[in-house]
């Protein structure tokens, strides 16, 4: 007589009890039910863990505001990585750490991909700039030098939006963006990232959360070119459409990035949606993919919060910082690693033009120049002004450092 088949039986999983770590944090589980989990400058986040099946409940004391109810999350082990999902947790900062986290062995090296660069030829590039006049161009975010300064602009020492004093003209533009417009001769230059989303908005205001939007839906990534007279939209090129492939802060938008011009082309950023030129005409120039790049904070790498730095071109050059969740890293003058935020900065210095920047690391800074005329990727130099012509730079989370 044949017998029943037997209900097969889950297969039982746990955390594992070695030291694990992920991006500035190392935890660690104990076997009896006690957990670790700390990174440099952050609360101690220790207390005990039980587990059901796939699902794991963490429980602490005496911790941040909000942490004294347990926080659960899904795992996954894959060989000796640990996966955590979150399913409940009302203490943000656990949450902040762990959700959607990777964890991998503390011995462990992470081996970083090749990254693939793919440009795309469109039109030849002009030779000649469109107006040889610099009075009153703004060609790159901060304008010349980024200095900030424009002299002899002769300009009003106020304007009202509301009753239009002194406004000249206003212009519509569909989309988000913290761009700033960038000015040729009568030419400005203005891009935008439009969302399919009718809802889409970023979150202004002053607050420490590193949420990421929800708003990955179809975009259109645009650059705009009005006249400067009177406002009209002279031409207007798509430069991509499709979903975004990395996220943004909530108070961040997909087109943060300044376009620059030197007079022939104009250059716009759109992080993972690649570096595009155009000529004064509007016609496409080449296009440079510079692959997915996930910016953000350098100790939670799921924390995502898009590119800031914006374009410059000199020499010849387009030159773009670049630094990354994964394969780019910038090292001050002492051995201590800081991130960097800002735009790379040409500056006349005693010694004739340099080109500054954070100093490089071997392997893991990265700054792409790419040429004006074709965007092929070229090798960057490693000089900066030097000796007594020293410039400041500063840092988000350092104060300012001479580059010598």
Known sequence: MAQSPQPTQPATTTLPSYPLKFGGFEARFDPGGTYTLQGKDWPALNGTWTSTGNEVALSMSGGPGGCDGPGRYQFRMNGKHLSLVLVSDDCKVRQMILSQSDWWPNDEARVIPTRSITRTAGARAPSGVTSNSSKGNW???????????????????????????????????????????????????????????????????????????????????????????????????????????????????????TPATDGRIVVTWFGSQGIHAYDFKGRFLWKVDLGRVDMGAYDIPTIEWGPASSPIIWNDLVIVQCDTQTDSFCWRSRPQPARQFGKPIAMNCRRGERLPWCRPHPGRNWLPMLQTSSGLTIHAPEKSCGGSGAVQRSRLRHPSLPTT
């Open 139 to 257: 060609p790159s975010f901060r304008g010349p030098q980024a200095s900030g300064v424009s002299e002899g602009q002769n300009l009003p020492e106020k304007w009202n939006g509301k009753t239009g004093e002194n406004v000249l003209w206003r212009t519509p533009i569909p989309g988000l963006a913290h761009s700033s417009p960038v000015v040729w001769g009568n030419r400005i230059f203005v891009t935008s990232a439009v969302s399919s989303d009718p809802k889409a908005s970023f979150r202004p205001g002053l607050y420490g959360d590193g949420d990421a939007s929800k708003d990955r839906s179809q975009h259109r990534w645009m650059l705009y070119a009005i006249d400067k007279g009177s406002g009209k939209i002279v031409w207007e090129q798509t430069a991509h459409v499709g979903e975004p492939l990395e996220k943004r802060h909530i108070k961040s938008t997909y087109a943060n990035s």
